[in-house]
C-alpha cells in the first residue's frame, strides 16, 4: 500500500517541482522589473497568461500519462506484483490532475513575493499539512492508504484555494490575457536548459524505487 502511494506520488511531485521551480527563477525577476517600472496591469497580464499556458501544458502531460500509465508505474517499479501495481496506478490517476494546482498555486506564490508578501504564501501549505494530519488522525487506522491518498488530494486542494483567496486581493486575473505572451519568446532560451538539468536533478527520486521494487 505504502510502495504504491509512494511511486504514484513520485512523477506528479517531479513534474510539480521541475515547473515550479524553474518558472519561479525565470518569471521572479520579470515580474520585479514589471513592478518597478510600474507596470503593474502588464504583470497581471503575464501572471493570467502563465496560468493559461500551464493549464494547456499540464493538460497534455496528463493526458499522456493517463494514455501511458501502465507503462510509468512498471518503469517507476518493474518489480511490483500485479494488485500493487493495480493501486499505484488508481493513485496515480489521483494524483496527476494535481500537477496544476502545484504549478498555479507556485505561481501565484511567486507573484505574491514579487509584491513584497512573505506569510501569506506560508498559509496555504501550512492550511494543507493540517488538514492532512487531521485527516490521517482521525481515518488512517481504518482505511489506510486510501486515507493517506484522499489526505493529499484534499491537502493540495485546500492549499491552492487558500493561495488563491490570498492571491486575488493583490493581482487581478485576467481572462482575455494571450495564450503566448510576448515575453515567453525570450524566456524559452533560459526556461528550457533550466527544465532538462532540473529533470536530471530529480532522477536521484525517480530511479531508486525501480531497483527497490524488484529487491525481496
Same mark, same amino acid.
Given at each position: 500500500?505504502?510502495?504504491?502511494?509512494?511511486?504514484? =506520488?513520485?512523477?506528479?511531485?517531479?513534474?510539480?517541482?521541475? $515547473?515550479?521551480?524553474?518558472?519561479? #527563477?525565470?518569471?521572479?525577476? +520579470? *515580474?520585479?522589473?514589471?513592478?518597478?517600472?510600474?507596470?503593474?496591469?502588464?504583470?497581471d497580464? =503575464?501572471?493570467?497568461?502563465?496560468?493559461?499556458?500551464?493549464? $494547456?501544458?499540464?493538460?497534455?502531460? #496528463?493526458?499522456?500519462?493517463? +494514455? *501511458?500509465?501502465d507503462f510509468a508505474i512498471h518503469m517507476l517499479a518493474p518489480g511490483f506484483s500485479a494488485v500493487t501495481s493495480k493501486l499505484a496506478l488508481f493513485q496515480f490517476y489521483m494524483f496527476l490532475p494535481l500537477v496544476f494546482l502545484m504549478c498555479a498555486s507556485g505561481v501565484m506564490r511567486a507573484a505574491l513575493h514579487t509584491h513584497y508578501h512573505f506569510l501569506g504564501p506560508v498559509l496555504p501549505s501550512l492550511a494543507g499539512r493540517t488538514l492532512m494530519i487531521i485527516v490521517l488522525l482521525c481515518f488512517a487506522t481504518r482505511y489506510g492508504i486510501s486515507a493517506l491518498s484522499g489526505a493529499f488530494v484534499g491537502a493540495t486542494i485546500l492549499s491552492f484555494v487558500v493561495m488563491w483567496t490570498f492571491y486575488k486581493r493583490y493581482v487581478r486575473f485576467h481572462?482575455?490575457?494571450?495564450?503566448?505572451?510576448?515575453?515567453?519568446?525570450?524566456?524559452?532560451?533560459?526556461?528550457?536548459?533550466?527544465?532538462?538539468?532540473?529533470?536530471?536533478?530529480?532522477?536521484?527520486l525517480l530511479l531508486p524505487p525501480r531497483w527497490a521494487s524488484t529487491l525481496g
Open positions: 500500500g505504502l510502495d504504491a502511494y509512494t511511486v504514484a =506520488l513520485l512523477l506528479p511531485m517531479a513534474l510539480g517541482s521541475i $515547473l515550479v521551480d524553474n518558472m519561479a #527563477v525565470v518569471f521572479v525577476p +520579470i *515580474f520585479s522589473e514589471y513592478l518597478v517600472q510600474k507596470k503593474r496591469e502588464a504583470m497580464v =503575464l501572471v493570467s497568461s502563465l496560468f493559461k499556458i500551464l493549464g $494547456l501544458l499540464v493538460l497534455f502531460l #496528463v493526458a499522456g500519462f493517463f +494514455i *501511458f500509465g481572462w482575455n490575457a494571450p495564450l503566448f505572451h510576448p515575453v515567453y519568446k525570450s524566456t524559452l532560451a533560459v526556461l528550457l536548459p533550466l527544465i532538462a538539468f532540473r529533470f536530471l536533478d530529480q532522477m536521484h
